[in-house]
């Protein structure tokens, strides 16, 4: 086999191993994984110490393209259809208008403070103007915020289905600036109405009839069912371009409206997905990371601090607010939605768009955005947590029943819990815990391991402990193990 091959290959892996081994430090200091991984791209690049040159913004715009098309897949089919139910009216005006209005806000600012055109001004901000999913899942699934159930619900919704309305503002815009005599706001607006109307209602009935060939076929061999979803997730997303819609609202809207249908190898299929979206977004990631030239992010820093703060303190905070005003979000429920608008690779992605098409000072756009998402990445996925425990949005403290098993005896039941920082139940050893005389912690699990517990063992950060408890005693710890007392409002959700 040729040796400049296998080169490739060993190179490919070892880039993979890197950043699985570099994820750990996301959990560990709170970096988001993502970030983690475009530094290693950029440090394998041409400028780094890997002296990889690659330079290939259309082979990364195609694979761009695969990937968020799986990403945002998983991200539907791991999202429970009932959370998000009663947000879909807000989600659906942040997804549409708030892109608008951020779009809106930022061109005038780079017009203003820039002296840009108005249609560069508006390009550039319109393909900041999306959250990322894989942003937010990715954050929200490795910081375990446990924030209130309908500010998540929001979140993942918005930045699972905004990004059609940003990726229709770009290609509008670049139609503008290529073939303006073929411009007509009329079919602009009748573009977008088609593309995601087909797009969402398509997706819909197209993800519940991948349910009812999955469990039609009934197949011999399990291993086959990713497949079948694999070209099913190809299907949905080409017939829809191919038709007028938006491809990437449709694939959502499918893994959507599978996630709480029955079908043979649900579990299976559910966890080779967030797989799949993981290991697509590790090479989307790196792949960026090594398409950016570094010394060529320097003399756009400053413009690019201008930008993010700009976008971070006026522009999103001000469409998050004119999107959730009416619908009686707190200020502090608002703030923190705001904040946790995420940005990554959408905006990047949207970006080799202006180099695919070479829109003029698209190499300068390129790296103003790169920039931008690196920084609000860094800023917001960081503070995410201190964040939400600022502007106390996360849920009550409560045990969880969650267990794969129930108390062979009446009235008593197992329940869980993990200990969490503020915890009243930290530094202490188990006779200290002052639960009551009807509370048994019968294991914990801390770490890799699970052991049962005496009398002097302590208390840790992020342990779990396994109850066995009179169901009569179950309000009582619960309001033990609370963090917040204030917050608590007896409700009990097992």
């Known amino acids: 086999m040729d040796k400049a091959f296998l080169q490739l290959m060993l190179a490919s892996g070892v880039l993979l191993l890197i950043s699985v081994f570099a994820s750990k430090t996301s959990t560990r200091y709170g970096i988001p994984v993502l970030l983690i991984f475009i530094v290693v791209g950029m440090l394998s690049g041409v400028e780094g110490p890997g002296g990889i040159h690659f330079d290939k913004p259309v082979l990364t715009h195609i694979l761009g393209t695969i990937s968020l098309m799986f990403i945002l897949f998983s991200g539907g089919l791991s999202t429970q259809l009932q959370m998000v139910s009663p947000v879909w009216k807000e989600g659906t005006i942040l997804a549409l208008f708030g892109v608008m209005i951020s779009t809106a806000v930022m061109a005038l600012l780079i017009h203003l403070a820039l002296g840009w055109d108005w249609v560069s001004s508006a390009l550039l901000s319109a393909t900041c103007s999306s959250t990322d ?3 937010v899942f990715g954050i929200l699934k490795t910081q375990k915020l446990q924030l209130r159930s309908r500010i998540q ?16 503002l770009t290609l509008s815009l670049i139609q503008i600036i290529l073939r303006p005599e073929n411009f007509t706001w009329g079919e602009v607006l009748m573009n977008f109405f088609i593309q995601m109307s087909l797009g969402g209602l398509a997706g819909w009935f197209l993800g519940k009839g991948l349910v009812l060939l999955i469990n039609w076929l009934d197949l011999e061999f399990e291993g086959l069912y990713p497949v079948l979803t694999i070209a099913g997730v190809i299907c949905i997303y080409s017939l829809i371009e191919f038709c007028g819609g938006n491809g990437f609202l449709s694939v959502y809207i499918a893994g959507l409206a599978m996630s709480d249908e029955k079908y043979f190898s649900k579990k299976t299929l559910t966890v080779f997905h967030d797989g799949l979206a993981w290991l697509m977004q590790v090479i989307m990631f790196l792949m960026l990371g090594l398409l950016v030239i570094p ?26 607010y004119l999107c959730l005003v009416r619908f009686k979000y707190s200020i502090n429920e608002m703030m923190f ?17 202006l180099l695919v098409n070479k829109v003029p000072g698209s190499k300068t756009m390129f790296n103003l955005i790169f920039f931008i998402v690196i920084l609000l990445m860094l800023i917001q996925g960081t503070s995410l947590g201190h964040m939400a425990k600022w502007l106390k949005v996360q849920e009550p403290y409560r045990p969880q029943r969650r267990l794969p098993f129930k108390s062979r005896h009446h009235g008593k039941d197992f329940v869980e819990f993990e200990v969490r920082e503020g915890s009243p139940l930290l530094g202490k050893n188990i006779l200290e815990l002052n639960f009551p005389m009807q509370v ?8 890799d391991e699970d052991f049962m517990p005496d009398g002097n063992t302590d208390i840790e950060l992020y342990d779990r402990l396994v109850c066995l408890v009179d169901t009569d005693a179950i309000p009582e710890l619960e309001k033990i193990i609370q ?8 409700k009990k959700e097992w």
């Open 133 to 135: 999913a894989s942003a």
């Open 153 to 168: 619900s929001l979140l993942e919704l918005e930045s699972g289905s905004n990004d059609p309305t940003a990726v229709f």
């Open 295 to 320: 010394s060529a992010i320097g003399p756009i820093m400053g413009t690019g601090v201008f930008l993010s703060l700009c976008l971070l303190f006026i522009a999103r905070p001000l469409s998050v």
């Open 337 to 353: 939605v705001s904040w946790g608008g995420l940005r990554g690779a959408i905006p990047i992605i949207l970006a080799t768009y």
């Open 440 to 447: 048994l912690v019968v294991l914990i699990h801390r770490g």
């Open 483 to 490: 963090c917040r007392k204030e917050e608590f409002q007896g």
